[in-house]
């Protein structure tokens, strides 16, 4: 879908990922994309879901909580022609993450890999540290082994309060941190 243009509502509330930052987020991620589920959390836009769609994601979730924005979403997933790959969840990604673990609790190293975009409004790393730590930290545990993790933060968030805090590849395109992060294989 490369070159495509998405219908951005231009709300301030939503804060699209500079292209050269999902560029090399995605340059990062790599093959390991072809076959996951992708889950846009804060989703926007929707670009970092639909790009994954584009580089072979087998279906992307979605999430945002201001309407207009979840409707551009489903038009641009339309207009991309992969409306049948995507759900888009009105929902806060809080919510959303905590029934979405409880209904992945059982562990089965059978599913397919997640590919989970995390770019909120950088404020909530200050202003709800907690239940960021708590949403990621959750998903993480949830995941199945080979899932992908993409953080965006500002410099004011410190990834090492993240789960394997050692583990986690980090980036800076100020005033942008990215911090990718990959469940082990057994």
């Not at 990604?93 to 890999?113: G, Q």
């Amino acid at each position: 879908m490369r070159g495509r243009h998405l219908q951005y509502s231009g709300d301030l509330r939503t804060r699209p990922m500079k292209d050269r930052v999902r560029e090399s987020v995605f340059n990062l991620l790599g093959p390991d994309v072809k076959g996951s589920q992708a889950i846009d959390l804060f989703a926007g836009t929707g670009a970092l879901g639909l790009e994954a769609i584009s580089r072979g994601a087998s279906r992307a979730i979605f999430i945002e909580r201001h309407l207009p924005t979840l409707q551009l979403i489903e038009q641009n997933a339309a207009t991309l022609g992969v409306a049948n790959r995507t759900e888009a969840v009105f929902s806060d990604a809080f919510l959303w993450t905590r029934k979405f673990v409880e209904a992945n609790a059982v562990p089965d190293d059978h599913r397919i890999s997640w590919t989970v975009f995390c770019s909120p409004p950088f404020d909530f790393y200050v202003d709800r540290q907690a239940d960021m730590l708590t949403m990621i930290g959750s998903l993480m545990s949830a995941a199945p082994p080979g899932s992908l993790f993409a953080v965006e933060a500002d410099e004011r968030f410190d990834f090492a309060l993240l789960p394997q805090p050692g583990e986690w590849d980090l980036r800076t395109y100020h005033p942008a941190v990215v911090g990718i992060w990959q469940k082990a294989v057994p």
